[in-house]
């Protein structure tokens, strides 16, 4: 039996070396077998969405084990109960999934079209950066000397491995970064919403979401290329779909990007947004040897790789400075109690309150020497001051505030 | 049928910090243990089936590990929290 703690770790680690595979597939078929990002793209979609859904019903099939009737599915994810149509708050966030996903996914086919992997790679990861400025907007908090070396560091890596043939490239820089980590930031943040939220007391699993997410993807995504579709992209679309190649090559190539999803958002579910992405970034060394292992196995199709030594110093310099940016940004942290006694005369529930400042991990109502015990996760100690001045104090009935600050933890999850 | 969880709170002899973690993580209900700065040294939360084994642990193991000065237990009542 693997700690959970672990199991954690290796769906992060995994779902990062299951998306480099798919980024190097795609780059492949987008210079070898489909040169044009929006047939490729709407090719890849509905391929994609028939597999997938025909991975679900295979995992929806019941099997018995030590005498209890399960779907398959019920082991890569405890949720999951069978295939099942997302209803209210869900289907409203699965619908705003589904749209900004075909938003980052034309973008990043087109990316995909004139870059390799060892480009791709570190700037699919560049959202984090926008995940943490919208924290401090919505914080309205002052970034400390950690954040802005991270965010810097992250930005100027990201702009280091855009370099090619010697010269910044603006329309990757706006099409990659803008465009395509915008549409996914948001895309997370959904997500991040339809994990927590439950219907009937049964909280959505994530084979579900991959699913649905991916259904109005296509939708949205088809109705996006429609006006691009002319005569000769038709032609190709219909001369392509019933070749077995291609449905070989994507059925593949959706494995790995279901693989990789699914224990993405199983890891969001587990822990916190920042660590999987941290986790998941990882990935970005692989991007450099895959390239070259394309570049290897089909010379003439990755002709644009530079064998320029120094070019290739400066995109691992700025490899570097992506993944030690991310890493540092996710990995500093800081836990501490907070012990509250709240006066006898006010009895309302505070401690929906308490859950809704941001920071707090877990809060508990006890029955001993105090009323509450909060347990915070921030970044430094100092945003304590934020947390406990400007959120817990302004509480009614708060009487006494006592802090622990955790030097050391030992713990099973 | 639910289990019943709780923080423990505790002062520790000087010197017998390691001593005392090490006696704590060999306990089947401990999940945490946290040192902390402050009016506690040791904040150990714990998930056990019923207030028999709370007492159990407590009274028949946690306080005769050398080095425990003091105990408080605070059972909760309620929570909220994320996962992870």
Redesign the interface.
């Known amino acids: 039996m693997i700690s959970k703690k672990f199991e ?1 770790y290796l769906l992060a680690l995994f779902s990062g070396v299951f998306a480099s595979f798919y980024v190097l597939m795609d780059a492949y078929g987008l210079k070898a077998i489909i040169p044009d990002p929006y047939v490729y793209s709407l090719l890849c979609e509905w391929i994609g969405l028939t597999t997938c859904l025909l991975y679900l019903l295979i995992l929806s099939i019941p099997i018995v084990i030590r005498g209890r009737k399960r779907p398959i599915g019920y082991y890569l994810d405890s949720n999951f109960q069978g295939l099942k149509i997302p209803r209210g708050k869900s289907l409203q966030y699965v619908l705003g999934a589904g749209l900004v996903a075909s938003g980052s996914t034309i973008t990043y086919f087109i990316a995909v079209s004139f870059s390799d992997p060892s480009m791709m790679l570190p700037l699919m990861r560049f959202s984090t950066i926008y995940l943490l400025i919208i924290d401090f907007i919505r914080e309205k908090d002052v970034p400390s000397a950690i954040e802005i070396e991270s965010i810097l560091s992250v930005t100027l890596g990201a702009f280091l491995v855009t370099l090619s043939k010697g010269q910044f490239d603006p329309y990757t820089i706006i099409i990659t970064l803008v465009v395509m980590n915008g549409c996914f930031t948001a895309y997370t943040t959904f997500m991040k919403k339809l994990q ?1 939220i439950s219907e009937n007391g049964k909280k959505n699993d994530s084979l579900n979401l991959r699913f649905w997410s991916l259904f109005f993807l296509t939708l949205f995504l088809s109705i996006m290329i429609m006006p691009f579709l002319d005569k000769t992209r038709v032609k190709m679309i219909q001369k392509l779909l019933f070749s077995p190649v291609i449905f070989i090559f994507f059925t593949a190539n959706m494995g790995f990007a279901f693989l990789s999803y699914v224990m993405y958002i199983r890891a969001l ?4 947004m920042s660590i999987v992405n941290a986790i998941v970034s990882i990935n970005i060394i692989l991007g450099i040897p895959l390239t070259f292992l394309g570049a290897k196995l089909a010379p003439n199709i990755f002709e644009s790789v530079s064998y320029e030594i120094f070019l290739w110093i400066i995109k691992i310099v700025g490899t570097i400075f992506v993944i030690v940016g991310i890493l540092v940004l996710s990995l500093s942290e800081v ?3 907070i012990l509250l006694r709240v006066g006898s005369k006010h009895t309302t529930d505070i ?2 309150k ?2 809704e400042i941001r920071g707090v ?10 009323d509450y ?1 909060v347990k915070l996760r921030i970044r430094t100690l100092g945003k304590t001051y934020n947390i406990i001045v400007r959120e817990i104090e302004k509480i009614e009935g708060i009487i006494q505030i ?12 | 049928m639910d289990k019943i ?3 423990i ?1 505790i002062e520790v002899e000087i010197g017998k910090s390691e001593h005392v ?1 090490n006696e704590l ?1 060999k306990l089947d209900i401990v ?10 040294d040791v ?1 150990v ?1 714990v998930s056990v089936n019923d207030l028999e084994e709370l007492y159990e642990a407590t009274v028949n193991y946690i306080h005769k590990i050398d080095g425990v000065k003091r105990t ?13």
């Not at chain 1, 579910?269 to 916190?272: L, R, T």
């Not at chain 1, 991990?361 to 105090?370: F, L, P, R």
């Not at chain 2, 408080?72 to 992870?84: A, C, W």
Request: aromatic content about 14%; glycine content about 8%; cysteine-free.
């Open positions: 954690f927590e579910g587990k822990g916190k836990k501490a109690y401690l929906d308490i859950y991990e877990s809060v508990s109502a006890v029955a001993g020497d105090y015990v006592m802090s622990l600050p955790i030097i050391k933890e030992w713990e099973i999850l | 969880d709780a923080y709170f973690l993580r999940k945490s243990v946290a040192f902390v700065t402050g009016i506690f904040i939360r408080r237990t605070n059972i909760i009542e309620k929570e909220l929290k994320s996962e992870g």
